[in-house]
């Protein structure tokens, strides 16, 4: 099925993207005999490269029904999934079709990758992320409908953007419901950090951080 982005939209999309810097690659994992959205998601992802400025937002898609093997280079789990890669990046996922509010979370991560640089968390909060040196892993599960997920999500996608150790994913809640149900989501968003401690809602920056420093003791 494709997902058309209306005009008005595009208009908008292609101005915030213009602002793109250097090159970003949305790899795309698909599975086309079993999985709920992955012809809609694929859509989503090209109709975005062809409205940024050319050759700037190559879109890779990779068909696990045929290779298996880019799931394991890239560490895939499910499908369908978006990696926004600019090369040394591959921990900022998405899992599920960003559509409704989490469109725009992966319009800002394309823009920090691009940038090289996000403004996302406060300096304090980005030095405290930077100095961490132990893996850390943070699931934010969201719908599309809801309006507060998008931060949660940015705020795990700005902290793996600062440090390699950190891997931030977005999970569509719909599309992964035995996910949903093993970590009791009941609201959104909710995150899961290093599967010891969780965040009903949004939570504030300083919070965010807290919670971080919990996981991590």
Do not use: W
Not at 4 to 12: A, G, M, R, V
Not at 31 to 56: F, H, I, R, W
Not at 60 to 70: F, I
Not at 113 to 140: C, M, W
């Amino acid at each position: 099925m494709v997902v058309e982005i209306d005009e008005e939209t595009k208009d908008q999309v292609r101005q915030i993207l213009s602002k793109m810097e250097k090159v970003v690659y949305l790899r795309v994992f698909l599975d086309k005999e079993n999985c709920m959205y992955c012809s809609e998601t694929q859509s989503l992802v090209e109709q975005l490269s062809e409205l940024a400025p050319e050759g700037k937002l190559p879109v890779e898609l990779y068909d696990v029904t045929e290779d298996k093997a880019p799931l394991e280079e890239y560490n895939v789990p499910m499908t369908p999934a978006i990696l926004v890669d600019d090369g040394e990046h591959k921990n900022i996922r998405y899992f599920g079709i960003p559509a409704g509010y989490e469109f725009s979370a992966l319009l800002e991560d394309i823009l920090d990758l691009s940038r090289g640089s996000t403004q996302y968390l406060s300096p304090k909060a980005q030095e405290f992320i930077k100095s961490i040196d132990q893996p850390v892993h943070i699931k934010v599960f969201v719908t599309p409908t809801c309006p507060y997920c998008p931060r949660a999500v940015r705020q795990a996608h700005a902290a793996a953007f600062l440090n390699p150790n950190i891997t931030g994913d977005m999970i569509e809640a719909m599309e992964f419901q035995e996910l949903a149900a093993k970590y009791s989501v009941y609201g959104v968003p909710k995150i899961v950090i290093n599967e010891k401690v969780q965040i009903e809602g949004a939570p504030p920056e300083p919070m965010f951080i807290q919670k971080l420093q919990e996981a991590l003791s």
